[in-house]
């Protein structure tokens, strides 16, 4: 009796080669994308910390920091968004790209508010001080004019790192979705 399940014909597998798709499938995202994730986040967390309002025409006075109104919220946001990315380091799952990714996006969206109304942090800085709501909005406002106040480099590390982030995101959880 013949034995039909060897076969005198040598059949070999196909090359494997690294971070190559397995069974046909699409290949998970690199870990450069999680690596870039967390530098646009930790460049949004630095720039929380960092001048978002400045005189144009008088920079020695060092500007108001992000920290002395809404940079607690862009550095909370991008203090969860690095960590997640730093997750997605171990476990390149979609939806932690997405989280990081969204919240990139919300401190974008918080740095753009800002930049948009640059009497905002002033006015919030002169409440802390403790002037009323309605004074400290009026000297805001008088001060944007008088001393030519200007968004500062936080407010700009915030959104290009908000920006970076959600890009980063976006593509992460594209990728990671096509390769399950």
């Known amino acids: 009796m013949s034995d039909y399940n060897q076969s005198s014909y040598a059949q070999t597998a196909p ?7 397995q069974n046909g499938g699409a290949a998970a995202p690199s870990k450069k994308f999680a690596v870039l994730g967390i530098v646009g986040s930790l460049v949004a967390l630095v720039g929380s910390l ?17 920290m002395d109104g ?8 991008a203090l969860v968004a690095t960590v997640l ?7 390149q799952k979609a939806p932690l790209y997405l989280g990081g990714g969204l919240l990139g996006a919300g401190a974008a969206i918080v740095a753009a508010i800002n ?29 944007v004019d008088k001393f030519d106040i200007v968004a500062g480099p936080g407010i700009y590390m915030v959104l ?11 593509v992460g959880f594209m990728k990671s979705r096509n390769s399950n």
């Open 15 to 21: 090359p494997v080669y690294p971070g190559a798709p």
């Open 50 to 66: 960092v001048n978002w309002v400045v005189s144009s025409e008088d920079m020695s006075d060092g500007g108001i920091k992000g």
């Open 70 to 77: 809404d940079g607690v919220i862009t550095l909370i946001i």
């Open 85 to 91: 990315f730093l997750v997605t380091l171990a476990r």
């Open 115 to 143: 930049m948009a109304d640059p009497a905002r942090l002033l006015a919030q800085k002169l409440e802390d001080e403790g002037l009323p709501a309605d004074a400290a909005e009026k000297a805001a406002e008088d001060g």
């Open 160 to 170: 290009a790192g908000g920006l970076l982030a959600l890009a980063i995101g976006i």
